[in-house]
């Protein structure tokens, strides 16, 4: 998870994704499940943990054999990253994805695996390995009889530009247009990391105030109408959405659908905005909101809230280390339900 950056304006459109079938159901709400901690508990636990909340999807961010073991004959849907670290190997040798498949998924055929995130808020000249390792990905899972498993990448909101008001989105940088483009043509949807926690903070700390606290955690009493397309936002969420949606039809890509692979709010940490109760409302109103889509896009939006456990060990400002739901005892962090 990283810090999103914004147009300076009010409402920044972000994309929440559109909600995927696996294999025929509606699948809405999954919970990222991160380890950078050292007091969590066991993956077993963990995933029994999930089950008897109703979560039926699940991220993780590496090939995490405990957790895969774990997962195994649950029918939780997953989202499995390959590891930024692992991507100029994957785009230079079909070989090493070939491995990298047989190792990780075929190894595990009790896993419900949805879709593959070839890399997670990729930056800089790192950039230019994710199509090729994404390619070579996909044939691998195609060789392995496996082509329902999908193959994406995980983007911060940063990557898309003129995000206000939302029909004005589009991609900042030139190497995402061929990767939307070859999620076109096989099908997958974008992964999208989400914040509005991140607009408000920023918008707050730099002394704008546009953005309201209830817009951002929908809660009514805002609406913006976009001119552009016609639209009325009553949040913060909807409008980073359809600003993503409007980039892919900029590009092309109007079939490619989204899907939101982190969207959460911090419950302390000592940021503005930060805060147990916030972070409910926030949360509560997520689960609540996307299966209603937004207003581009009225169809259930498959949403991942970051995260299942407060990380310990989580690099960067305090706040990243409690946008857990649950501590690690496995009490919950503040009321929720699915």
Same mark, same amino acid.
């Given at each position: 998870?990283?810090?999103?950056?914004?147009?300076?304006?009010?409402?920044?459109?972000?994309?929440?994704?559109?909600?995927?079938?696996?294999?025929?159901?509606?699948?809405?709400?999954?919970?990222?499940?991160?380890?950078?901690?050292?007091?969590?508990?066991?993956?077993?636990?963990?995933?029994?943990?999930?089950?008897?909340?109703?979560?039926?999807?699940?991220?993780?961010?590496?090939?995490?054999?405990?957790?895969?073991?774990?997962?195994?004959?649950?029918?939780?849907?997953?989202?499995?990253?390959?590891?930024?670290?692992?991507?100029?190997?994957?785009?230079?040798?079909?070989?090493?994805?070939?491995?990298?498949?047989?190792?990780?998924?075929?190894?595990?055929?009790?896993?419900?695996?949805?879709?593959?995130?070839?890399?997670?808020?990729?930056?800089?000249?790192?950039?230019?390995?994710?199509?090729?390792?994404?390619?070579? %990905?996909?044939? =691998? $899972?195609?060789? &392995? +009889?496996?082509?329902?498993?999908? @193959?994406?990448? #995980?983007?911060?909101?940063?990557?898309?530009?003129?995000?206000?008001?939302?029909?004005?989105?589009?991609?900042?940088?030139?190497?995402?247009?061929?990767?939307?483009?070859?999620?076109?043509?096989?099908?997958?949807?974008?992964?999208?990391?989400?914040?509005?926690?991140?607009?408000?903070?920023?918008?707050?700390?730099?002394?704008?105030?546009?953005?309201?606290?209830?817009?951002?955690?929908?809660?009514?009493?805002?609406?913006?109408?976009?001119?552009?397309?016609?639209?009325?936002?009553?949040?913060?969420?909807?409008?980073?959405?359809?600003? %993503?949606?409007? =980039? $892919?039809?900029? &590009? +092309?890509?109007?079939?490619?659908? @989204?899907?939101? #692979?982190?969207?959460?709010?911090?419950?302390?940490?000592?940021?503005?905005?930060?805060?147990?109760?916030?972070?409910?409302?926030?949360?509560?109103?997520?689960?609540?909101?996307?299966?209603?889509?937004?207003?581009?896009?009225?169809?259930?939006?498959?949403?991942?809230?970051?995260?299942?456990?407060?990380?310990?060990?989580?690099?960067?400002?305090?706040?990243?280390?409690?946008?857990?739901?649950?501590?690690?005892?496995?009490?919950?962090?503040?009321?929720?339900?699915?």
């Amino acid at each position: 998870m990283a810090k999103m950056v914004f147009a300076p304006m009010l409402p920044v459109a972000v994309l929440l994704g559109t909600l995927a079938a696996f294999p025929a159901a509606v699948h809405s709400i999954g919970v990222c499940y991160g380890v950078v901690a050292n007091n969590l508990p066991q993956a077993s636990e963990v995933v029994q943990l999930y089950r008897s909340k109703g979560i039926d999807s699940m991220r993780i961010y590496f090939a995490d054999a405990d957790a895969l073991k774990a997962l195994s004959g649950s029918n939780i849907g997953l989202i499995m990253d390959v590891g930024n670290g692992n991507l100029s190997s994957l785009a230079s040798s079909p070989s090493a994805a070939a491995g990298w498949v047989r190792d990780n998924v075929q190894a595990y055929p009790g896993v419900s695996f949805r879709y593959i995130a070839v890399g997670n808020e990729v930056q800089g000249s790192d950039t230019a390995n994710i199509l090729p390792a994404m390619r070579n %990905i996909n044939s =691998a $899972l195609a060789a &392995a +009889g496996l082509s329902n498993i999908k @193959v994406s990448t #995980s983007v911060r909101f940063d990557a898309f530009a003129d995000t206000f008001p939302p029909s004005r989105g589009r991609f900042k940088d030139d190497y995402m247009t061929p990767i939307a483009s070859f999620l076109a043509t096989t099908g997958a949807p974008l992964l999208a990391n989400v914040y509005p926690y991140f607009a408000y903070k920023d918008d707050q700390e730099s002394g704008q105030n546009n953005i309201k606290l209830n817009y951002a955690t929908f809660q009514p009493g805002t609406t913006v109408t976009d001119n552009g397309n016609g639209l009325t936002y009553t949040c913060l969420f909807d409008a980073m959405v359809d600003s %993503i949606y409007a =980039a $892919l039809e900029k &590009a +092309g890509t109007r079939s490619v659908s @989204v899907v939101v #692979s982190e969207s959460g709010w911090p419950s302390a940490g000592g940021k503005v905005g930060a805060s147990a109760s916030n972070a409910q409302t926030y949360n509560q109103g997520l689960i609540n909101h996307v299966r209603g889509g937004t207003p581009k896009k009225r169809r259930a939006l498959e949403t991942y809230i970051f995260a299942m456990f407060d990380e310990n060990k989580k690099p960067g400002d305090e706040i990243e280390q409690h946008f857990g739901l649950f501590n690690p005892d496995k009490s919950p962090s503040y009321s929720i339900s699915f």
